[in-house]
């Protein structure tokens, strides 16, 4: 017996359900073509840099890719009708016979639609709460490649990084959902927002809801009432990705992943502890609520170099090439915003090794 679950995740590999399942020419012949034409493709840019060729011969290997899905599909749906008749029928009353392939089949069919956000809550007849999550999932793609191309801000595509956090949600609700309904319970059709609120009503918090949410630095946070600490990790994270595009340190983007690991390690440690202790928000940097006048006057720099960049430059740069034949700008962008950097590195530095001294002493 084969299971059709397994045939269906190996479908992502050209022809690898189909051989799987027993059709092991057909499997071959997928795989040889779709990985065949890819080979073709490097061969072809490589040799005769011809890049409209190599883009058709993509084209082509990605439609026989999804041949060979739709294929594996089809051809697991009607293994799965016939399964039955495979498995001890004869020691089964027709009753059984039929609820097992009803079982079966509604698995089968909720897990593969589940690939699109929304369609296997559907398929399960949960009609509100699948097509919630298919419009939030296709509506939050189209806004953010709408506000992208809008903006001409390419920095907006980060964003699309939520997209298979919720497919990944859609996924594992659906097979919740699904063992809820196999174990008797009757199924309650409410969004995941109503959801939310009734647990927030209840006065509960949930475990996965939290890990989920903290796959967002600080969401998980705000979410268990933890707001200085989930404010700070989501301003960090927010604020290291503008700043380290804006002044081009490319040199520091490993920043940005240790913020993001650690803030989500951190969300899970607090998700553990939900129902088992009381959860104190602690800030992650405690002696900033101390240091307010240096944040004011942080602020106050950077809004002056906003001012600096976007108003004073503008206006006066092009005065000052006509008159003294000086690019004020070329020399900002190029020299001045890294010799910053620099400066303030060096800063650093040298207070860290004079207080290391007077600690010694």
């Known amino acids: 017996m084969k299971n ?7 479908a992502f590999f050209p022809g690898g359900g189909l051989f799987y399942i027993g059709n092991k020419i057909r499997g071959f012949l997928y795989g040889l073509a779709v990985f065949g034409l890819a080979l073709l493709s490097i061969i072809v840019q490589v040799s005769f840099y011809d890049g409209r060729l190599t883009f058709i011969i993509i084209v082509v290997g990605f439609i026989l890719y999804c041949i060979s899905f739709i294929d594996t599909l089809i051809t697991t749906s009607r293994y799965l009708k016939e399964r039955v008749h495979y498995t001890d029928a004869a020691n089964l009353g027709t009753e059984e016979q039929l609820l097992i392939k009803t079982v079966e089949s509604e698995r089968f069919y909720s897990i593969v639609l589940s690939f699109v ?24 793609g189209i806004m953010i490649l709408f506000v992208t191309f809008l903006t001409q801000t390419e920095e907006f595509l980060l964003f699309l990084a939520i997209l298979p956090v919720i497919w990944i949600y859609g996924f594992y609700d659906v097979t919740q959902q699904f063992n809820k309904k196999q174990d008797g319970y009757e199924l309650e059709d409410i969004t995941i927002f109503q959801e939310f609120e009734k647990t927030k009503e209840d006065g509960k918090k949930s475990k996965f809801l939290a890990t ?18 989930g404010i700070q990790l989501m301003a960090a994270f927010l604020f290291s990705i503008f700043i380290l595009n804006e002044l081009r340190l490319g040199l520091f983007l490993f920043v ?9 390690f951190d969300g899970l440690q607090k998700a553990s502890k939900v129902g088992e202790e009381e959860l104190e928000d602690i800030p992650v940097v405690a002696y900033l609520i101390n240091y307010q006048k240096w944040i004011g006057i942080g602020l106050f720099v950077v809004g002056f170099y906003y001012l600096l960049v976007n108003v ?3 206006i006066f740069s092009p005065k000052i090439r006509d008159i003294f034949d000086i690019d004020v700008r070329f020399l900002f962008y190029q020299y001045f915003q890294t010799g910053l950097v620099c400066l303030l590195l060096i800063i650093g530095g040298v207070r860290l090794l004079t207080g290391t001294k007077k600690k010694q002493k």
């Open 4 to 10: 059709p679950i397994i045939a269906i995740i190996l």
């Open 117 to 140: 956000p929304g369609l296997g809550h559907i398929q399960l007849g949960l009609v509100y709460r699948g097509i919630t999550l298919l419009t939030t999932f296709l509506g939050l």
């Open 212 to 229: 989920f949410l903290s796959v967002f630095p600080g969401a998980g946070h705000l979410y268990l009432g933890l707001q200085q600490r």
């Open 256 to 264: 940005i992943p240790i913020i993001w690991f650690y803030s989500f």
């Open 312 to 314: 004073v430059l503008p």
